[in-house]
C-alpha cells in the first residue's frame, strides 16, 4: 500500500539540556521534513537537572532561528502524541552502535502500538558523536570546559547552576578531528 508521507515529523526526548547533538538532528530532520516538532517528555518519576520549563525555554532559544522547529511537552504514549500532532513518523538521532539496541526496541514497540508510525534514525555528526546531555552535566558540575558543546544560552544556565568554571591547568588546544 503506497502513503504519502507525513510532513510534520515528532522528535522526542529528556533534552535534560539540549545539546550541539540534538541540534544536529533537529537541523537534519528539517531537511527532510517541513516540521520537526522537538517533544519534552514530561516525567515527574525521572529527575531532572532542568525542570520542564526551562528545558522548554532553552529549547525555544537554541531553535529560535531554524524554520520549520516547534517545541513542545507530551505526557503518556508518544503514539498518542504523534496522533495529536497529526504526525505519523518519529525521529531519533544515533550516536553510535551501542545506541541502536535500545532505539530499535523503542521503535518496534511504538510501531507494535501503532502500526502506521514510522521511526527514522539519522546519524549525527561525528563531532557530536561522543556527547550526552548526562556528560554534559558531569563535565559541567566538575568544572570542565563544554563550549562548543551545547548551546551559548545552556552553557550559560550550566555555569549559573554550578559556578564559572576557574581554570586551573594549562589550557590545552589539540584540534584532531
Ligand atoms: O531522551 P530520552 O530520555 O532517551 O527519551 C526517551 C523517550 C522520551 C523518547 C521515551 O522515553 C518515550 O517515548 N517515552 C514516552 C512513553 C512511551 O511512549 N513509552 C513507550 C515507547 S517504547
Given at each position: 500500500?503506497?502513503?504519502?508521507?507525513?510532513?510534520?515529523?515528532?522528535?522526542?526526548?529528556?533534552?535534560?539540556?539540549?545539546?550541539?547533538?540534538?541540534?544536529?538532528?533537529?537541523?537534519?530532520?528539517?531537511?527532510?521534513?517541513?516540521?520537526?516538532?522537538?517533544?519534552?517528555?514530561?516525567?515527574?518519576?525521572?529527575?531532572?537537572?532542568?525542570?520542564?520549563?526551562?528545558?522548554?525555554?532553552?529549547?525555544?532559544?537554541?531553535?529560535?532561528?531554524?524554520?520549520?522547529?516547534?517545541?513542545?511537552?507530551?505526557?503518556?504514549?508518544?503514539?498518542?502524541?504523534?496522533?495529536?500532532?497529526?504526525?505519523?513518523?518519529?525521529?531519533?538521532?544515533?550516536?553510535?552502535v551501542s545506541d541502536f539496541e535500545y532505539e530499535f526496541q523503542m521503535?518496534?514497540?511504538?510501531?507494535?502500538?501503532?502500526?502506521?508510525?514510522?521511526?527514522?534514525?539519522?546519524?549525527?555528526?561525528?563531532?557530536?558523536?561522543?556527547?550526552?546531555?548526562?556528560?554534559?552535566?558531569?563535565?559541567?558540575?566538575?568544572?570542565?570546559d563544554i563550549s562548543g558543546l551545547v548551546p551559548t544560552c545552556v552553557?550559560?544556565?550550566?555555569?549559573?547552576?554550578?559556578?564559572?568554571?576557574?581554570?586551573?591547568?594549562?589550557?590545552?588546544?589539540?584540534?584532531?578531528?
Open positions: 500500500m503506497r502513503r504519502r508521507s507525513s510532513p510534520i515529523a515528532v522528535y522526542p526526548g529528556s533534552f535534560d539540556p539540549v545539546t550541539n547533538g540534538h541540534l544536529d538532528i533537529v537541523k537534519r530532520a528539517l531537511t527532510m521534513f517541513d516540521t520537526v516538532i522537538v517533544a519534552v517528555l514530561k516525567n515527574p518519576d525521572k529527575k531532572a537537572l532542568f525542570p520542564l520549563s526551562e528545558r522548554l525555554e532553552l529549547l525555544r532559544k537554541s531553535v529560535a532561528d531554524l524554520e520549520g522547529a516547534v517545541v513542545d511537552s507530551f505526557s503518556g504514549l508518544l503514539v498518542d502524541y504523534l496522533h495529536h500532532r497529526g504526525a505519523a513518523i518519529i525521529v531519533k538521532g544515533l550516536r553510535a521503535a518496534l514497540m511504538n510501531r507494535k502500538i501503532d502500526s502506521r508510525i514510522e521511526t527514522v534514525f539519522l546519524m549525527t555528526s561525528y563531532r557530536y558523536a561522543f556527547l550526552s546531555s548526562s556528560l554534559i552535566k558531569e563535565v559541567a558540575a566538575l568544572g570542565g552553557e550559560a544556565r550550566l555555569g549559573e547552576k554550578f559556578g564559572a568554571r576557574v581554570p586551573d591547568r594549562i589550557p590545552q588546544r589539540i584540534d584532531m578531528e
